[in-house]
Nanobody, 127 residues
Framework: QVQLVESGGGSVQSGGSLRLSCAAS????????MGWYRQAPGKNHKEGVA????????KYTDSLEGRFAISQDKDKNTIYLQMNSLKPEDTAMYYC????????????????????WGQGTQVTVSS
């Protein structure tokens, strides 16, 4: 089993920055592929934001690359999402997720989601 705990959400003004953290526990194999997803108010699906494989390979949703950056600290079993130049449309619940996917399989999960999910952390951007 994998457990994921997000933190770092909050309210910021447009143009501001936030860094989300996701502390993971459980066997390393099952969380080889980790990522961030978000669900905006009124939407019934989660959108992939960024994904990172344990070897450091990353993939982003095209529209967010450049403003968002995913990273990891393997010693702390934590992944991060640095969000800069935030816009009101970035307002959403942000979820950390993990799964036993590798290489192209991991990249492909940016669109389809992963197996294990955290409870989410709310990000609100005001104009």
């Amino acid at each position: 089993q994998v457990q994921l705990v997000e933190s770092g959400g909050g309210s910021v003004q447009s143009g501001g920055s936030l860094r989300l953290s996701c502390a993971a526990s459980g066997n390393t194999y099952s969380r080889n592929c980790m990522g961030w997803y978000r669900q905006a108010p009124g939407k019934n699906h989660k959108e992939g934001v960024a994904i990172i494989e344990r070897d450091g390979t990353t993939k982003y949703t095209d529209s967010l690359e450049g403003r968002f950056a995913i990273s990891q600290d393997k010693d702390k079993n934590t992944i991060y999402l640095q969000m800069n130049s935030l816009k009101p449309e970035d307002t959403a619940m942000y979820y950390c997720a993990a799964g036993a996917y590798f290489n192209d399989g991991c990249k492909g999960r940016l669109e389809w989601g992963l197996i294990y999910w955290g409870q989410g952390t709310q990000v609100t951007v005001s104009s």
